[in-house]
């Protein structure tokens, strides 16, 4: 149950009463380090731990009344390594992924928990002691940030005395140096290595596997009659808070997309299961707290008890679009198939939003692009008159993916990252190699969303139906009523959006296309190499893609019209005659899912009629667990009422709280920009 320090908390941060303590780079004059920075020469490593330096020193300790995990960001944002013009040098002779800053990949938390700044700090003084050139350059930037990490807590705890909070100041002193020695002290040592990866520009950074290496410092706590349970919960609800306070300024695709994801529960190379005290508190926090972070993923499988499922249920009761379900009995072979040590992979996170990435060890860029595959066969359109057969005009179809795999694989080369010293010194081999993590870790793999499964299943299934099989419409018939939207070509439209077979309703017909066709979009990026050596993932997620591949698409051979959306993720059409949640499962869980295991779950929208029924959560517990059954690789539930979303649309102001799953993460509704609304409002809702 929340206290009442923790309520007094959040609707402080919620209500942004905190945010009299920001200020901007501009009015503290250092948004043009950069500048200074190229009249120097100075290199990317030095300027990126001058750059946290600056910050850090610039930013004011505050500690709110009643707080126990502490840590605030006072500086609204960070300024630019490069100036504009060697960022256009930059992009003119590298592949620069987003920002070009490094983002989405996860950090050895459990072992700079236990280890501490202080012995990582001297580790890199020792390499940067006996190296030259570019490996002093790394080295010494990295006990730079660790240092300038070391100052601010320091602020912290000066800030703690002058307070009188003699048990927090205890707390930051013993964080400063030394690891963690308590369970709030490994929750305050986390809270800085966060905050510093923020403020250091790194983005969507993960938690990765927190109750895991949380747990033993709680366990300890407990066992030696330091901690009682009701403490240990108000401890993770204020570090979950602390989360909320200042994820308005981690930048994303749109407010609310700042990859602050967690995984919980799951299990060891024995299949034990690791689910424990830590992981159900977790659940129980997110519900009390009602907020959009973190965002949290649930490892379960097939032998999973329908108690842990029924917790997730009540979450998704609450409508906060979390948890997402991440099936080991799929993901840990399927990371297997690709490379991946079982070790690694049976300690897998799960990325920003749903990719599968190995914690301390991987610098995989899990979602560095996108294939349309929706594109992809409404282009083939065009060459239908060409082939006798389905089969010969699919073998055609599979050679035109892998050119297309090819083709898009070559556009990630010569890639730059911008160093990042301070994320260095918390990934596993970074001071064995004296390299930053940017130039590569132990995997180095791409990520590929694989976008429009369903539009591009179900128009498999309309053409092989009607022009190959049945002959009830010829290749000029069809081509012409895409080519015009349908205008005057009611009777086909008719015949392809609502009579042709539509991935979702456990029809094997359309369903087998979808196992093909998946198949096919793996063996597209089998063997292909990046340049780090790295291999291509295949993945069934679409990001943002999925507004961007629908906008400049044309009428589709499943009777979608010119520009209409598609759906996001590994989902039904969005105009589908559906026979239920069971049917959709059902069929979305037949493809060979570990072979595309980049990630992107099954979404699924629930009405929120579903939940007046109090067994319903149980029933949803167990549909959850079915799927898993089936042998689903992800899946994301989300709880919606129509008229309360229209609602919100007009009288935004009235539904501050509304929280949805937009993609791979949740938000607050009236945040979202008015096509990602829109689409929200109009994906299909099912009941139980």
Request: hydrophobic residues 35%; contains cysteine; negative net charge.
């Amino acid at each position: 149950m929340m206290t009442e320090r923790i309520s007094r908390l959040k609707d402080f941060f919620f209500n942004r009463s905190h945010h009299y303590v920001r200020r901007t780079p501009e009015s503290l004059g250092i948004d043009r380090l950069c500048e200074e920075y190229a009249a120097k020469g100075m290199p990317a490593a030095e300027r990126a731990a001058s750059m946290l330096e600056t910050l850090l020193k610039e930013e004011c300790p505050f500690i709110f009344e009643g707080e126990l995990i502490v840590a605030t960001r006072t500086i609204t944002s960070v300024p630019s390594l490069f100036t504009e013009q060697e960022w256009k040098a930059l992009k003119a002779e590298h592949y620069l992924h987003e920002n070009g800053m490094l983002s989405n990949i996860s950090p050895d938390y459990g072992s700079i928990l236990k280890e501490g700044l202080e012995a990582r700090k001297q580790s890199f003084a020792s390499l940067a002691e006996r190296s030259d050139g570019e490996e002093k350059i790394f080295a010494s930037s990295v006990v730079r940030s660790l240092e300038a990490l070391q100052h601010l807590i320091r602020k912290y705890a000066s800030c703690a005395v002058q307070m009188k909070d003699d048990e927090l100041a205890a707390v930051l002193h013993n964080v400063c140096t030394r690891g963690a020695g308590s369970f709030r002290e490994a929750l305050q040592l986390l809270r800085f290595v966060h905050y510093g990866l923020w403020e250091s520009g790194c983005y969507h950074n993960t938690l990765g596997r927190f109750d895991q290496y949380i747990f033993p410092y709680y366990q300890s706590d407990i066992e030696q009659g330091h901690l009682t349970k009701d403490e240990a919960y108000e401890l993770i609800l204020s570090f979950f808070l602390s989360c909320n306070k200042d994820s308005d300024l981690y930048p994303g695709m749109q407010q609310g997309d700042n990859g602050q994801s967690l995984v919980l529960g799951g299990r060891d190379k024995s299949g034990k299961s690791l689910f424990n005290e830590v992981s159900q508190m977790c659940l129980e926090a997110s519900y009390d707290l009602n907020l959009i972070d973190p965002k949290i993923n649930l490892r379960v499988d097939s032998k999973t008890p329908l108690e842990v499922f029924k917790l997730g249920a009540k979450l998704t009761r609450r409508g906060l679009g979390f948890p997402q379900y991440d099936n080991d009995d799929v993901v840990i072979p399927g990371l297997m198939k690709l490379g991946y040590s079982e070790e690694d992979a049976t300690d897998y996170v799960v990325a920003a939003c749903w990719e599968f990435i190995i914690p301390g060890k991987a610098m995989d860029i899990v979602n560095i692009g996108a294939l349309s595959l929706a594109g992809a066969v409404s282009e083939s359109v065009d060459q239908l008159d060409r082939f006798e057969s389905f089969d010969d005009y699919y073998a055609w179809l599979e050679e035109d993916i892998r050119r297309r795999c090819i083709a898009l694989s070559k556009q990630f080369t010569n890639l730059y990252i911008a160093p990042a010293p301070l994320y260095s010194a918390f990934m596993d081999g970074t001071l064995e190699r004296a390299k930053d993590i940017t130039l590569g870790g132990k995997y180095n793999n791409f990520g590929i969303h694989g976008t429009g499964i369903a539009t591009a299943v179900d128009s498999l299934a309309a053409i092989r139906k009607n022009i190959f099989e049945d002959k009830t419409m010829t290749v000029e018939e069809m081509r012409e009523a895409l080519d015009s939207g349908f205008e005057g070509h009611e009777a086909t439209y008719r015949k392809l959006r609502f009579e042709s077979p539509k991935m979702g309703r456990d029809d094997d017909y359309a369903d087998s296309l979808a196992t093909r066709l998946l198949d096919s979009f793996a063996k597209g990026l089998e063997g292909l190499k990046n340049e780090r050596g790295g291999i291509f993932r295949a993945g069934t997620g679409t990001a943002m893609y999925y507004i961007s591949h629908a906008t400049g698409l044309k009428a589709t051979p499943d009777g979608r019209k010119a520009g209409e959306v598609m759906p996001a993720n590994y989902s039904p059409s969005m105009f589908i005659k559906h026979n239920g949640p069971v049917s959709v499962m059902k069929s979305f869980a037949k493809p060979s899912l570990e072979n595309v295991i980049n990630g992107g779950p099954l979404t699924i929208e629930l009405d929120d009629t579903v939940f007046r029924n109090e067994e319903n959560v149980e029933k949803l517990a167990m549909l959850i667990r079915s799927y898993i059954a089936m042998g689903g690789h992800q899946l994301q539930l989300n709880t919606l009422n129509k008229e309360k979303l229209l609602d919100a649309k007009v009288h935004p102001e009235d539904h501050r709280n509304l929280i949805v799953r937009v993609w791979g993460w949740s938000g607050y509704f009236v945040e979202l920009d008015e096509c990602y609304q829109d689409h929200v409002i109009n994906r299909i809702k099912y009941s139980l």
